[in-house]
């Protein structure tokens, strides 16, 4: 039967990415932790990580895996958390950096969860672009962020956590032609009038997809509003490739948008935390990690 021993096991080498590594964090012999890990495989039925020199890294069932952990183990320590001291008990200021599309996205049901789990905790909030709140977390100005990872700079200094995966879908108006094929590609979309959005580093993203793709699109326009780029497609200026977090389709324009998914899928936007890596963590970084977690776990990926 699996135990939490086992989950905190499996942690250690996804996170390190290392037997030894992880051995000397758990504190068991690097046989005990290999046999463990073979164990937990076993039982699930699934392979975990892919064992090459340098170490071990993660299968996407593995990724799948470790999310599910990081919930029940964040689930088993808001429950001793509550039981021990309640989570009235906790209080100070958490500092907290985030980028424009996550504060419009993805922060509002993750803040709302932390403030009812612990009411006499003070958030402090700082929207800025991604390399300013990286350049404040490395300072140790800010505790957290809350931001898209895939433009991150300074991995060396930061320690990182993918919460959501937001894959990208071509948003269209109603009745476009595009709509009536079994399928669609970026190589159907490329002559489209394409409205660009270019908030969050967007558009150096999209760039890397488009290049990659050997494609030129029809850029009618760039915007840093994400509800101009929805009143634009609803109205029929032009079409739009956004990642999925940012789709509304129960809002007034996202009843004239029709979102479909691509068969040569670009990569998705990778959502999730970042810390300063090394220094002693916070005391209230750990409480909202657990709460991160939960919220990350519930949202589709």
């Known amino acids: 039967m699996m135990t939490l021993r086992q989950l905190r096991h499996f942690i250690a080498v996804a ?28 039982e699930i039925g699934a392979v975990l990580f892919k064992r090459h020199a340098k170490g071990m890294e993660l299968t996407h069932q593995g990724h799948q895996f470790l999310r599910q952990s990081y919930l029940i183990l964040a689930t088993v320590e808001n429950a001793k958390r509550s039981l021990e001291l309640g989570c009235e008990n906790l209080s100070g200021t958490l500092k907290i950096g985030v980028t424009s599309l996550v504060a419009g996205y993805f922060l509002v ?40 990872l895939s433009n991150l700079e300074d991995r060396d200094a930061l320690q ?14 109603p009745l476009h032609p595009l709509l009536e094929n079994d399928s669609i590609r970026l190589a159907d979309v490329v ?29 009618a ?9 929805r009143s634009l497609v609803a109205a029929g200026i032009g ?31 990778d959502v999730g935390l970042a810390w300063r890596r090394g220094s002693a963590r916070p005391e209230l970084v750990t409480p909202f990690l657990q ?10 990926l």
């Open 109 to 148: 049901d993750m803040l709302t969860r932390f403030r009812a789990a612990y009411p006499n905790v003070t958030t402090q909030l700082v929207e800025d672009e991604r390399p300013y709140i990286e350049h404040l977390l490395v300072n140790g100005e800010i505790d957290i962020g809350v931001l898209i």
């Open 191 to 219: 002559k489209e009038p394409l409205i660009q959005l270019n908030t969050d580093e967007m558009g150096s993203h999209l760039r890397r997809i488009w290049e990659k793709a050997k494609l030129t699109p029809t850029i």
């Open 160 to 173: 990182t956590e993918v919460l959501m995966h937001s894959p990208y879908r071509l948003w269209l108006p």
């Open 291 to 300: 709460i991160a977690r939960e919220n990350g776990g519930a949202r589709k």
């Open 221 to 229: 326009m760039r915007t840093a509003s994400t509800e101009a780029v």
């Open 15 to 42: 996170e390190t990415g290392s037997i030894s590594a992880a051995a000397q964090t758990v504190f068991v012999s690097q046989s005990s932790l290999t046999q463990a890990i073979q164990l937990l495989e076993q």
């Open 239 to 269: 079409v739009a490739l956004l990642p999925d977090m940012a789709y509304r389709p129960w809002s007034l324009e996202g009843n004239m948008i029709e979102a479909r998914t691509l068969v040569d899928t670009p990569e998705p936007l």
